[in-house]
């Protein structure tokens, strides 16, 4: 075990909704970074948070967006939820940027 | 964009012998690369990782080369074992100065067989 933990394990929602993911990082990690899993791909970096600021951001629109709280806590939020966010959404902890990251179980989401 | 890709999308091996996972990326300033275990149902898991200041690394029954003339990354896993059986992916870390960045490539598929 990792000890990053997300929740909640699954989630169903209507397109056109908003969902909040939560992780939780490693103890003495300061850096989140968050990952799009579609099924039978590799993961696919959204955003990083290192020390509560964006860290850097992959290909994906505005509508994504997350927090990093003071504990190192992280959210990720998707706004107008389209079919297509359908995935495993991962969420990875680190000791700092450029540093070995450590994955969470990850969240499934499934738009209807 | 940038390409992080297997040569082999599935692979089969007797338990007991020895599995070579190979990847090809495209970023010659790439200087860190991971390569992760993922099992069915779980969130990738670190195995090995190695900087480009290396070329070889060493693990417990694990081991990574990294050819940087040719751009290639290898993961060797020896004696492999059932419990070995799952998605291997590499990762690359294309911009180094700007954060913990990685991309992934497709994965390879490990099937040990008793």
């Known amino acids: 075990e990792t000890g990053v933990t997300q929740s909640p394990t699954h989630l169903i929602k209507t397109r056109g909704q908003q969902v909040t993911l939560r992780c939780s990082s490693q103890s003495g990690h300061n850096t989140v970074s968050w990952y799009q899993q579609a099924l039978g791909q590799g993961p696919q970096f959204i955003f990083q948070?290192?020390?509560?600021?964006?860290?850097g951001r992959g290909n994906f629109p505005p509508r994504f967006s997350g927090l990093q709280f003071p504990n190192y806590s992280s959210e990720l939020n998707v706004n107008a939820l389209e079919l297509d966010d359908s995935a495993l959404y991962l969420c990875a902890s680190s000791a700092g940027p450029n540093y070995e990251q450590y994955f969470g179980p990850g969240t499934r989401l499934t738009v209807t | 964009g940038e390409s992080v890709g297997l040569h082999l999308p599935t692979l089969s091996v007797q338990e007991g012998d020895n599995s070579i996972i190979n990847c090809a990326y495209s970023n010659s300033a790439s200087d860190y690369f991971i390569w992760y275990k993922q099992e069915s149902g779980k969130g990738p898991q670190f195995i090995i990782d190695?900087?480009?200041?290396?070329d070889k690394r060493q693990g417990q029954r694990v081991t990574v080369l990294l050819n940087k003339t040719v751009k290639h990354l290898s993961l060797q896993i020896a004696a492999t074992q059932p419990g070995d059986s799952a998605v291997y992916f590499c990762?690359?870390?294309?911009?180094?100065?700007?954060?913990?960045?990685?991309?992934f490539g497709t994965g390879t598929s490990l099937t040990v067989i008793p």
């Open positions: 990762a690359e870390n294309p911009e180094p100065n700007t954060g913990n960045q990685f991309y």
């Open positions: 190695i900087r480009s200041n290396m």
């Open positions: 948070y290192y020390r509560e600021e964006e860290n």
